[in-house]
């Protein structure tokens, strides 16, 4: 069981805007940078987002991540098909000495 | 380019030991925080190891004691030693590398190698 709680799964129609929330708390999420990664189906994870809010080169700008307290969301803009996929939040532990993923969100394209 | 080969990976009965290694290329491991994420089939993604820069290692609870993660400069690599392999260890592991800014932002992956634990 994570430490950081996502919703397990969210949908939107093409160009619609989806929201993904992560859950954690002041050893993770309060006290350190949150990073988001996409996994498409049967494929390695990518970096989509790192230091709460800044997006690797390559990735769309229709990503886009913020961080408020012990809580971040990643936000998906102008959603698109290509879009479905998992998507996971993840951090440093303080408390745990250890790197912790968010539980994923699948996010589906209607 | 950047490109991660993990290897070692394959069917192991319980109690066992099992080697993966991590051959990196078009960058430098050692400048690099290095880590091991694996994936239990229909899973979420679960960190496993992590070696830093400065040589310093660091295990999630459920590995420690039995996982040790290293490092080959002159090769170029690095390894997951894992020993008394339980069932629950199955999962496809993948080498993962830190950005310089945020050595826990992986900015890098290996395409995985697969770890299946069973009689």
């Known amino acids: 069981q994570s430490v950081l709680t996502q919703p397990s799964s969210a949908s939107g129609t093409p160009g619609q805007r989806v929201t993904i929330s992560c859950s954690g708390s002041r050893s993770n999420i309060g006290s350190n940078a949150v990073n988001w990664y996409r996994q498409l189906p049967g494929r390695a994870p990518e970096l989509l987002i790192s230091s709460n809010n800044q997006r690797p080169s390559g990735v769309p700008d229709r990503f886009s991540g913020s961080k408020s307290d012990t809580s971040a969301s990643l936000a998906i803009s102008g959603l698109q098909s290509e879009d479905e996929a998992d998507y996971f939040c993840a951090t440093w532990d303080d408390s745990l000495s250890g790197y912790v993923f968010g539980t994923g969100t699948k996010v589906t394209v209607l | 380019e950047v490109l991660l080969v993990e290897t070692g990976g394959g069917l192991i009965q319980p109690r066992g030991s099992l080697r993966l290694s991590c051959a990196a290329s078009?960058?430098?491991?050692?400048?690099?925080?290095m880590t091991w994420v694996r994936q239990a089939p229909g899973k979420g993604l679960e960190w496993v190891s992590t070696?830093?820069?400065?040589?310093?290692?660091y295990y999630a609870d459920t590995v420690r004691g039995r996982f040790t993660i290293s490092r080959d400069n002159a090769r170029n690599t690095v390894s997951l030693q894992m020993n008394s392999l339980r069932a629950e260890d199955s999962a496809v592991y993948y080498c993962?590398?830190?950005?310089?800014?945020?050595?826990?932002?992986?900015?890098?992956w290996g395409q995985g190698t697969l770890v299946t634990v069973s009689s």
């Open positions: 993962a590398r830190g950005t310089t800014v945020d050595g826990h932002a992986f900015d890098f």
């Open positions: 078009g960058f430098t491991v050692r400048n690099n925080y």
């Open positions: 070696k830093r820069d400065d040589g310093s290692t």
